[in-house]
């Protein structure tokens, strides 16, 4: 119990110290630029300043900033890439800045060091609190990487879904007379959805002058799915090459449709085999229970009876 309790005070002082670690460390002029242009930012907005907002909120956010310089002290030299890659797999949401989720990162270690140490110590003593600090600790520090991925997992999920609908509108449009870059900017004024955002992203590229062939490339490198690699490299061969683009367009929207029937029909063979478990688990232990419950107990009274 001894040992328990000096174990609980060390990891306290140790997240005090790193925390009183973190209040000191100066700022590199970057850091400072960076802190003044968002100073200008909230005050061109007519946002309230720090200065001026409650304690509680101005609380708020210095543990934000102090937990940020946490998680980024100990992320790895290519952590901070793979994070803004996975953001981007995601789709940038604009809740989650890269900012944020390091920020995340250091709270939700420190948040897991005390978890891991209290039901550690709880149910195995001192080795437990041990075991509690080391896994509470890493779990807690990849917990946001891991809702990153999976918010990355389904917007791809998302643009492979909408991807075939997108590109019948494309046909229409470009079949109609518009020029590629006219039907793109058609679609995204009357479509929605994650790949209609990426349209638009596109879009406002070209209107920053990179050429159409770089703007495409980088959609194809912020998403996984393969249908929409397919689609700018045809598109960019299409462009590169002086082929009409109707043609291309009407060929890959055809293709996108036979691979989302195929998609869909491998998903219906896969449910026999996905309910069996809970068939077999779940539900005939119950209907065995309603069917043969009267019969035992029938059973039961009646040799109880001899």
């Given at each position: ?126 080795s437990?609190?041990v ?23 389904k ?15 494309l ?37 920053l ?5 770089e ?92």
């Open positions: 119990m001894a040992f328990v309790l000096i174990l609980s005070l060390a990891a306290i002082l140790a997240a005090v110290m790193t925390m009183a670690w973190s209040l000191t460390v100066t700022l590199r002029p970057g850091e400072k630029l960076l802190r003044s242009l968002e100073a200008f930012e909230m005050v061109r907005r007519g946002a309230v300043p720090v200065g001026q907002r409650s304690l509680v909120e101005r609380a708020r956010i210095v543990a934000r900033r102090r937990c940020g310089v946490v998680g980024k002290a100990l992320m790895l030299p290519n952590s901070e890439a793979r994070l803004t890659k996975q953001l981007s797999f995601a789709g940038n949401p604009p809740e989650w800045p890269i900012e944020r989720i390091v920020a995340a990162k250091g709270g939700a270690m420190i948040g897991g060091l005390f978890v891991g140490l209290y039901f550690g110590s709880a149910f195995g003593g001192g437990g609190a075991l509690g600090l080391i896994l509470g600790g890493v779990g807690g520090f990849l917990l946001p990487n891991l809702l990153v991925y999976n918010a990355g997992q917007h791809q999920q998302n643009l492979q879904r909408t991807l075939t609908d997108v590109l019948d509108t046909v229409i449009s470009v079949e109609a007379g518009l020029g590629f870059d006219a039907a793109l900017a058609q679609v995204a004024q009357n479509g929605r959805g994650p790949f209609i955002r990426e349209i638009v992203r596109v879009l406002q590229e070209l209107q002058g990179r050429s159409r062939s703007a495409l490339r980088a959609l194809a490198a912020r998403t996984t799915v393969t249908e929409i690699h397919t689609f700018v490299r045809a598109v960019v061969q299409a462009s590169d090459r002086g082929i009409p683009i109707a043609g291309v367009l009407r060929e890959q929207a055809h293709e996108m449709r036979l691979q989302r029937r195929q998609r869909a029909e491998e998903a219906a063979q896969k449910v026999p085999v996905k309910i069996l478990m809970p068939i077999v688990f779940c539900i005939f232990p119950a209907l065995f229970m309603i069917i043969m419950g009267p019969a035992a107990v029938n059973i039961a009274k009646t040799f109880s009876a001899f």
